[in-house]
């Protein structure tokens, strides 16, 4: 199972995009998604995440107060409102499946948001450029 991340693109600074994740034959309603970035020469860092037990939420310092992760079951999809853009956003985004020894979980971890070896089922990620 791969996630699918979308919705990236071009966008000047302080501008908004939204980025949708989605899954074939995966039901992400039952799973903490997390959405992480990976700039050029730079280590994969997470962004925020999102639990399924409660719909509690965990964001990078970076990113809180611009950035909304939300989920809605009924599509099957977890979104990840931009807003306030800045040129360090600038990154591939991939969003993946949160893991506690292999195996899916419900929870975001309490400490915040763990690292990327915590998660799986990466896919193709989406390009996100903040540029004038």
């Known amino acids: 199972v791969q996630l699918q991340a979308s919705g990236g693109g071009l966008v000047q600074p302080g501008g908004s995009l939204r980025l949708s994740c989605t899954a074939s034959?995966?039901?992400?309603?039952?799973?903490?998604i997390g959405w992480f970035r990976q700039a050029p020469g730079k280590e994969r860092e997470g962004v925020s995440c999102?639990?399924?037990?409660?719909?509690?939420?965990y964001y990078a310092e970076s990113v809180e107060g611009r950035f909304t992760i939300s989920r809605d079951n009924a599509k099957r999809a977890v979104y990840l409102q931009m807003n306030s853009l800045k040129s360090e956003d600038t990154a591939v985004y991939y969003c993946?499946?949160?893991?506690?020894?292999?195996?899916?979980?419900?929870?975001?971890?309490?400490?915040?948001?763990?690292?990327?070896?915590?998660?799986?089922?990466w896919g193709q990620g989406t390009q996100v450029t903040v540029s004038s």
């Open positions: 993946g499946v949160r893991r506690v020894f292999g195996t899916p979980t419900m929870y975001c971890s309490i400490n915040g948001i763990s690292g990327p070896s915590d998660f799986g089922s």
């Open positions: 034959g995966f039901t992400l309603d039952s799973y903490a």
């Open positions: 999102i639990s399924a037990s409660d719909g509690s939420t």
